[in-house]
């Protein structure tokens, strides 16, 4: 095994032989071959291992395991112990949805910290299998049926060629010992019923089932590159990628779409909507409806569809000191004292400065704001004024607002407020630049 695994990293993952990895090693039987295998094959790496405190006395005879392990193959080993049913219940998921969040993110920082260059886990062939059969009897499109990737980011999978009895029968071979994890043979976990009671009937109805399974398997990768060759054009046709980084979809493009299901599901995906209800619902909504996913937003915007990411937390207001020239938080503004205005433009607003009192402030509206917009009689609600500018909720949550104390000067890169107009008695001019 260890000449295939050699020849396999040379073929898929040569930038492997000279980088700086860190192998996630609970010190079971795959993690522990793998780790064996890279020591063997004289290639850099360190251990990281995740006490989850889930299995008392067992789980810290797992770290001390991982620990020696480290010592032997003469590699750093990082360690950490993790709440993990406390996690889970602050969060209201699974042991194991808090178990994958906490331990990945945990990786991810050693990762950072020491600068290495990626992240291994020993997922295997079996594994492929098992998370195959799970999606497939839970119901799944062709992303549930193409297994478990060989690289997501800096996460690479270079066991998943390898069936568990190879790597056992490689530990074996070679005198590598291991931890056991009795919970492994439990079959109260979905997973472990798939591995022992299902998988076995496979084989056994077919002595080659594995070889069948990898032809199935690479069937539906190249059905699956067709789809994503198809979803990339769709995208072109259906999306607009706008210059705040945005993105519009067009209902009346959509309606043409013969199954729109089947095309427009796979647009979204990507984006975080993956409950088809829920998107055709906000289709045939009002104006000004949304849906949210943990990333983005969808927002009907009369015959349009806007999606967004979701909007951070910004601060309330942000004081401009009296002597600043440029300021590039939370947006780019310059200030120049004038005695004559220039150019006109939306982006520029000349304000008599001697009718400014307080301190400058930039801030984001808020309901119950009001100005009275120069070109214009009488003060006007920012919110009416935005409905009737027909301003989208995206663009209206982008809008940020000069003020002296609490009035508003200008909306910036849109209107100034009349009150504060330059006119024939105005002696200095404030001239105020937004840039993108």
Not at 58 to 66: A, I, L, P
Not at 229 to 234: A, M, S
Request: charged fraction near 30%; hydrophobic fraction near 35%.
């Amino acid at each position: 095994m260890l000449k295939q695994f050699q020849k396999h990293i040379d073929e898929k993952f040569p930038f492997l032989k000279k980088s700086n990895v860190l192998i996630t090693s609970s010190g079971g039987l795959d993690s522990t071959v793998l780790a064996h295998l890279f020591k063997n094959s004289e290639f850099h790496f360190s251990l990281a291992h995740c006490n989850f405190l889930l299995r008392g006395k067992e789980s810290d005879k797992d770290e001390t395991f991982v620990k020696n392990l480290g010592s032997f193959l003469n590699a750093t080993v990082y360690t950490t112990k993790f709440k993990t049913n406390e996690y889970a219940n602050e969060k209201s998921i699974s042991i194991q949805m808090a178990a994958r969040e906490l331990r990945y993110e945990w990786f991810d920082k050693i990762k950072e910290k020491h600068n290495l260059d990626y992240i291994l886990t020993a997922h295997h062939k079996d594994d492929v299998l098992e998370t195959f059969l799970i999606n497939f009897t839970r119901g799944t499109g062709l992303d549930g049926l193409t297994g478990i990737p060989e690289t997501n980011g800096a996460i690479i999978r270079p066991l998943l060629p390898f069936t568990r009895a190879e790597i056992e029968g490689y530990a074996e071979k070679n005198g590598i010992i291991w931890r056991e994890d009795e919970s492994n043979n439990s079959t109260k976990y979905f997973r472990n019923k798939i591995r022992h009671k299902v998988v076995p009937i496979l084989k056994e109805l077919n002595p080659n089932f594995f070889q069948s399974f990898d032809t199935t398997l690479s069937n539906l990768k190249e059905s699956q590159q067709l789809v994503t060759q198809g979803v990339e054009t769709l995208n072109k046709t259906l999306i607009q990628k706008n210059a705040d980084g945005n993105f519009t979809l067009y209902l009346k493009k959509i309606h043409q779409l013969k199954d729109l299901k089947a095309n427009l599901y796979p647009v979204l995906k990507p984006f975080g909507f993956v409950n088809w209800k829920d998107i055709y619902n906000i289709l045939e909504a009002q104006s000004g409806k949304k849906l949210v996913s943990k990333t983005h937003r969808l927002i009907k915007n009369r015959e349009e569809i806007l999606i967004s990411k979701l909007p951070q937390n910004d601060s309330d207001s942000y004081s401009i000191p009296t002597n600043s020239k440029k300021i590039i938080t939370p947006i780019n503004l310059s200030f120049h004292k004038r005695k004559a205005a220039g150019e006109f433009s939306l982006n520029t607003a000349y304000i008599d400065k001697n009718l400014l009192n307080d301190t400058l402030v930039v801030r984001k509206w808020k309901k119950g704001d009001y100005f009275y917009p120069l070109g214009m009689h009488g003060k006007k609600k920012l919110s009416k004024f935005f409905k009737d500018s027909k301003l989208s909720l995206v663009d209206k949550e982008n809008k940020w607002l000069l003020c002296d104390g609490d009035a508003i000067v200008w909306i910036i890169g849109t209107r100034m407020d009349n009150r504060y107009k330059i006119t024939d008695k105005t002696t200095d001019i404030l001239e105020v630049n937004f840039s993108e």
